[in-house]
């Protein structure tokens, strides 16, 4: 197991994780011991499993798939490999086959389509991933597709917290063949978890994830609604993107009033984005656990306008391989272009820039005396760049305790565990 150095301590309890700020909220935690955690939104909006009781005897199993204690990518079959992007098979620039798909997704379909492919050509029965609570259309939950009407609509991006891996056992539990579309430090959590769940390689037929630059919590959508004046509660729609390419964010209320932001308008303030930590220190935002990862392919990852949807497609493995290929001869997709991995730089310069930055950061947090993650196969210390400031930037945010949260978490007064549809 490869370790950044400065002597770091990886966490020993899921205690540990989440007041070191390496919790993410992917959800495993419930799914391994519902007994013992729940996933629920905490007082500054983010979401972490809250402790039912005092057992900690399942907390060595957890952490040992638990994407904040460990990070790993182990890549199988690719003949290819890049010291930014990894092994892969293939990049290209692809799209869903069918234009209401392409509309509909964050970019250009890619993710939806192979999920709806994937049950209409009986390669699995359902897809675990996640979308708009019905409830309460900002916040997300995981969610079981079993039709690819249902994938669709679940589709498009969700910038805010999500715990799919939360229905991580109840999908297990179906015992038939599915497949997981979501962020890459929940494809480094199952196939961690694989090691020590059979079921997964008797079910799992596709890992599918989004390249991704970090997720907001919560207060990032709730200052949208503030700037509209509305409350929660009014909610009918909260799409964060999609119809369009970007499209827009769009707001629905229950009596009949909507609102728009253009993508540009979203995200023009950087420092409102309230981008958890966890993604600060992510070794692994390209998916190089999965079997494909999609992105945007916008130059300098700038969107200049509205157009009809294209992603950059990583095939990863073999297997990702092999249903990529089948997809298109079914038209479920279509390329046009083969791009390299210095293309993904122009694409993703803020993805060059964590790669190359990890080491140092990690090494601030270490010297600082916090708790880092244990990684292996990211070649976080092959792309050490040495940067002076973004060790002291990790230190001095450390020391200043920016990287670490309460334990037990403190709840938001109005949070309501969200009921889970299937
Ligand atoms: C938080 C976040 C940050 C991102 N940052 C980048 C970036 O830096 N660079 C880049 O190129 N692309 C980024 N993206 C990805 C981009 O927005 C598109 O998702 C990606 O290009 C795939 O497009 P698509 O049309 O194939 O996806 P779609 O076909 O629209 O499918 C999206 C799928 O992802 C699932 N999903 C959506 N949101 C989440 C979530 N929060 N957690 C788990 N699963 C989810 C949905 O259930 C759906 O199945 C980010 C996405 C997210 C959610
Ligand atoms: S990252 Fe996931 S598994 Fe780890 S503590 Fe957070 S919710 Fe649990
Ligand atoms: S940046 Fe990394 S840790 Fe954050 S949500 Fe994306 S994949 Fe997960």
């Not at 079959?77 to 798909?101: C, E, F, K, N």
């Not at 917290?161 to 199952?190: H, M, R, W």
């Not at 002076?388 to 037990?408: L, T």
Request: charge should be negative.
């Amino acid at each position: 197991m490869s370790k950044t150095q400065h002597s770091p301590r990886n966490p020993k309890s899921i205690n540990e994780v989440v007041s070191s700020g390496l919790c993410i909220g992917c959800g495993l935690c419930q799914a391994i011991a519902p007994e013992v955690y729940s996933m629920q939104i905490t007082e500054n909006g983010a979401l972490r499993p809250f402790p039912l009781s005092d057992d900690i005897s399942k907390d060595t199993e957890i952490l040992s798939a638990c994407p904040g204690a460990l990070v790993i990518a182990e890549n199988d079959g690719a003949a290819l490999h890049d010291s930014i992007w990894g092994a892969y098979t293939s990049m290209t620039r692809t799209w869903a086959g069918d234009p209401d798909v392409r509309f509909k997704a964050a970019t250009g379909g890619v993710l939806t389509a192979l999920g709806m492919w994937l049950l209409s050509s009986g390669r699995a029965d359902f897809v675990l991933h996640c979308g708009a609570d019905p409830a309460k259309p900002m916040r997300s939950r995981y969610v079981l597709s079993r039709t690819p009407e249902q994938v669709l609509k679940n589709t498009a991006s969700r910038y805010g917290p999500s715990d799919t891996l939360a229905g991580l056992e109840a999908a297990l539990q179906l015992d038939k063949p599915f497949a997981l579309i979501a962020k890459p430090c929940d494809a480094n959590a199952i196939r961690a978890r694989a090691k020590n769940d059979k079921r997964l390689d008797k079910n799992l037929v596709a890992v599918l994830v989004m390249v991704c630059g970090g997720a907001s919590d919560l207060g990032k959508s709730e200052a949208v609604l503030d700037e509209y004046g509305l409350e929660e509660d009014e909610l009918s729609l909260f799409r964060y993107r999609g119809h369009g390419n970007p499209g827009p964010t769009r707001i629905e209320t229950k009596s009949g009033q909507h609102f728009e932001k253009t993508y540009q308008e979203m995200w023009a303030d950087e420092s409102g984005w309230r981008i958890q930590s966890r993604c600060k220190l992510c070794p692994d935002p390209n998916g190089e656990a999965a079997d494909l990862a999609a992105a945007d392919i916008w130059p300098n990852a700038n969107p200049v306008g509205e157009d009809e949807g294209f992603n950059g497609v990583i095939g990863r493995t073999a297997k990702g391989q092999s249903l990529i290929d089948a997809a298109h001869l079914d038209g479920a997709l279509v390329s046009d272009l083969t791009l390299s991995p210095r293309d993904f730089d122009h694409f993703q310069p803020h993805q060059v820039h964590k790669k190359k930055s990890m080491a140092a950061r990690l090494r601030g947090l270490a010297a600082a005396g916090q708790v880092v993650y244990a990684h292996k196969g990211l070649r976080i210390d092959e792309l050490d760049d040495s940067l002076p400031e973004e060790e002291k930037g990790a230190y001095d945010r450390a020391k200043q305790g920016k990287f670490s949260e309460p334990w037990p978490p403190i709840p938001r007064k109005s949070s309501l565990l969200c009921k889970q549809t299937s």
